[in-house]
């Protein structure tokens, strides 16, 4: 059985920053595309980030309104996938989840869908205060 545990959200003022995890068990997090994803308040969940599988480079694709500003990578050795960010606004306020692709590459912007993503984890909440 796969699970995804997302941690490392908290609170944190403005342009300040954290680095989020996604502890996969159950599959090898290195074959697969990965993806960090965000919902707000009354909001449509949104793509965040996402990464490429392991052998294939790692190469990384960014939201444009964080490009710059958050980085994905992972760790094939302990199974995890990160989310650096940096200089985070409250706009940025929301629960990030972490998910797997059912791919090893994510497809070109404008075709991702989250229903291509497979397996999900419960989120952590991030809060930026002003």
């Known amino acids: 059985q796969v699970h995804l545990v997302e941690s490392g959200g908290g609170l944190v003022q403005a342009g300040g920053s954290l680095r989020l995890s996604c502890a996969a068990s159950?599959?090898?997090?290195?074959?697969?595309?990965m993806g960090w994803f965000r919902q707000a308040p009354g909001k449509d969940r949104e793509f965040v980030a996402g990464?490429?599988?392991?052998?294939?480079?790692?190469?990384?694709l960014y939201a444009d309104s964080v490009k710059g500003r958050f980085t994905i990578s992972r760790d094939s050795a302990k199974n995890t996938v990160y989310l650096q960010m940096n200089s985070l606004n409250p706009e940025e306020t929301a629960r990030y989840y972490c998910?797997?692709?059912?791919?090893?590459?994510?497809?070109?912007?404008?075709?991702?869908?989250?229903?291509?993503?497979?397996?999900w984890g419960r989120g952590t909440q991030v809060t930026v205060s002003s």
């Open positions: 998910a797997v692709h059912r791919s090893r590459e994510l497809p070109p912007p404008g075709t991702m869908t989250e229903g291509q993503f497979y397996y």
């Open positions: 159950g599959l090898t997090l290195g074959n697969f595309a």
């Open positions: 990464i490429n599988w392991s052998w294939g480079g790692s190469n990384t």
